[in-house]
């Protein structure tokens, strides 16, 4: 497991926080600003209140996180995507291995931070960019930590069977499906495009310095 700094953690658990809170998003109509907006408020009733609770229930969190995380979070298609190039050679056992791999090193990393994540707001941001596409969406938000650090957060959404599903996450800047694929990349050079000792050994990082200054 990577030992992952307090402002690492910030926009990461803002993520697997909001998750935690959009359970609708994935069986209903409704536009996918609305239902984030609806979903922080559910959220601050769900954490506030039992995070001595959760510290002292670790397993009780993670499995709720997974559940969560099925309801809402394409993870073939995150999967696929984080494989790029190298996703058509697999066979269908190592692409449904690692997406199953991809899910539960998010939840492993990040599920002991939850209890102790330190927010002064989150808000979903008035004024929303237009979708390209009926089947696309992306929604913009915005964490303000404990210290005052603002961390933009954009999510992008994919309508699959009538269903929202998020697809990819941009922190500060960042874009986590992007980066992860050149993570992918750059292992399966190193480990002489063995998919499985890729699999086996995948542990996805984000360095605290890049997520603080942010991208472009």
């Keep these: 497991m990577n030992t992952l700094t307090p402002t690492l953690l910030r926009p990461w658990l803002v993520l697997l926080c909001l998750m935690l809170a959009l359970p609708a998003l994935a069986q209903s109509s409704d536009s996918p600003e609305r239902l984030i907006r609806d979903s922080i408020d559910e959220l601050m009733g769900q954490i506030e209140g039992r995070r001595d609770y959760f510290a002292d229930n670790l397993d009780e969190l993670e499995s709720l996180v997974d559940e969560s995380l099925e309801e809402i979070a394409d993870f073939r298609y995150i999967g696929a995507s984080v494989m790029g190039r190298y996703f058509q050679n697999a066979t269908p056992q190592q692409r449904a291995r690692f997406a199953t791999t991809f899910r539960q090193t998010l939840i492993d990393t990040y599920v002991k931070g939850l209890v102790t994540f330190d927010y002064r707001e989150l808000r979903v941001l008035d004024n929303q960019r237009p979708s ?76 605290a310095e890049a997520l603080e200054e942010g991208g472009a």
């Design 132 to 207: 390209r596409q009926p089947d696309q969406a992306s929604v913009e938000m915005e964490v303000v930590a404990g210290d005052g650090q603002v961390y933009p957060v954009s999510y992008s959404l994919r309508l699959s069977d009538g269903q929202w599903k998020v697809v990819n996450v941009i922190v500060n800047g960042i874009n986590l499906g992007l980066t992860f694929r050149n993570q992918f990349d750059q292992a399966m050079r190193d480990q002489g495009r063995d998919y499985d000792a890729v699999i086996d050994t995948w542990a996805p990082e984000v360095g």
